[in-house]
């Protein structure tokens, strides 16, 4: 696969001349660099780079951060590099990625064209500084903790993917370090294959030259892990509560009825007001972008009918059996159901089916698994 090697660069020293020789004789033919608003010292070396045929300078006239500086080269690739290749390869500019590295994330790309593919370091190692190998291994705990997935480097700069791939990636918030966490987080939350590909690890000086902020880059990105998390429980808990509540509200209404009428309308009526919330919330708040309109709300609402009408028939059921206060088995069961539509999901039903449920996802399980929470 032909593929562009991007590389984001802030204030480099000259070693980065040498290495877009190497690259370029390693038989790299399109290498993209952005200058990120680097000092005046340093503008010799993106001239110099300018001269090669191989190469395209990006500027940006103050410091943007590494995020922006990202989706900025996707956006140029995809825009104005389509023809020419059908892939991209992020690289850091301070030699910390190997040739040999490079070309392997390259052949991987041919392979998972799928896939967003991590050049992974080994933080075991003894060259490792104790401050990354921590901050690696902490992000690395949360975010499977928070969305599964076990992903042994998050904060690689190292990292490949296809054109086919790369848009789910140019829309996402984050502006600095934390925008390549978002990137992980939106693979998990989409369903995006992550491969790891183990790589040298590589540090300078006990990483001195960093550009990497302990404390507000460290927020940035935990703020970010954290915001995406709580925005999603929020919405799900919300809509469970609202669920419950207009169960309740209607099942008082509906007083003098037969309890096969109070169960079912009941149901009814408390899912159509709690799932139109929950659509909109996830639509709005926490999934922004990505989504596709009615079809997405088609499916949403399939899944939905399904889910509601097992719950209405097993309420009903357990209340004449068992004679229990009616939200209380009503809680039983759309928590019973919460599991039951994720072993579904997990398993794979349909893989358009699964996709929805998945850009949906804690949308569709939200009515059910807010109850786990509740
Ligand atoms: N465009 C851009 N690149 C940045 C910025 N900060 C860091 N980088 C690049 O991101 C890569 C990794 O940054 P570095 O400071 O080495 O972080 P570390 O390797 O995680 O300690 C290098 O290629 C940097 O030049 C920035 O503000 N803008
Ligand atoms: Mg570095």
Redesign the pocket.
Do not use: C, E, V
């Given at each position: 696969m032909n593929t562009i090697i991007i590389?984001?660069?802030?204030n480099?020293d000259e070693k980065l001349i040498s290495y877009v020789k190497s690259l370029i004789q390693a038989g790299e033919k399109q290498i993209l660099i952005?200058d990120?608003g680097s000092s005046d010292d340093c503008r010799f070396i993106f001239d110099f780079l300018e001269e090669k045929e191989e190469c395209i300078v990006l500027r940006h006239a103050i410091?943007m951060?590494?995020g922006r500086?990202l989706k900025d080269a996707f956006n140029y690739c995809l825009t104005n590099l389509s023809q020419t290749a059908s892939g991209v390869i992020t690289v850091?500019?301070?030699g910390?990625h190997s040739v040999e590295d490079v070309l392997r994330m390259k052949e991987a790309l041919t392979e998972y064209t799928d896939s967003l593919i991590l050049g992974a370091r080994n933080f075991s190692q003894e060259n490792v500084p104790p401050k990354s190998a921590f901050g690696n291994k902490m992000t690395r705990v949360v975010i499977r903790l928070l969305y599964g997935g076990n992903i042994a480097d998050t904060?690689t700069?190292l990292r490949a993917m296809s054109y086919q791939v790369l848009p789910a990636f140019l829309t996402l918030f984050g502006e600095?370090f934390e925008y390549e966490t978002g990137m992980l987080i939106e693979a998990l939350q989409k369903k995006i294959p992550i491969k790891e590909i183990e790589i040298k690890t590589i540090y300078y000086a006990e990483?001195k030259g960093?550009?990497?902020r302990p404390v507000s880059d460290s927020w940035k990105i935990y703020k970010l892990i954290f915001g995406t998390f709580f925005k999603y429980a929020f919405s799900s808990f919300s809509s469970s509560i609202i669920d419950l509540g207009s169960f309740q509200l209607f099942s008082y209404l509906l007083k003098g009825t037969n309890l096969s009428v109070q169960v079912w309308m009941a149901t009814i009526l408390a899912r159509i007001i709690s799932s139109l919330y929950n659509y909109c919330v996830n639509r709005n708040i926490v999934f922004k972008q990505d989504c596709k309109g009615n079809n997405t709300f088609l499916k949403y609402y399939i899944l939905c009918v399904c889910q509601m009408c097992t719950s209405a028939a097993l309420v009903y059921l357990f209340v004449r059996v068992i004679g229990l206060p009616r939200l209380f088995i009503k809680v039983i069961v759309d928590m019973l159901l919460f599991f039951v539509s994720f072993r579904i999901q997990k398993n794979g039903c349909s893989e358009e089916i699964n996709d929805v449920v998945y850009k949906n996802t804690h949308s569709t399980c939200c009515i059910y698994g807010v109850h786990s929470v509740a």
């Open positions: 590389i984001p660069a802030l480099p952005i990120d410091n951060g590494k500086a850091d500019s301070d910390q904060q700069g600095r990483n960093t550009h990497f």
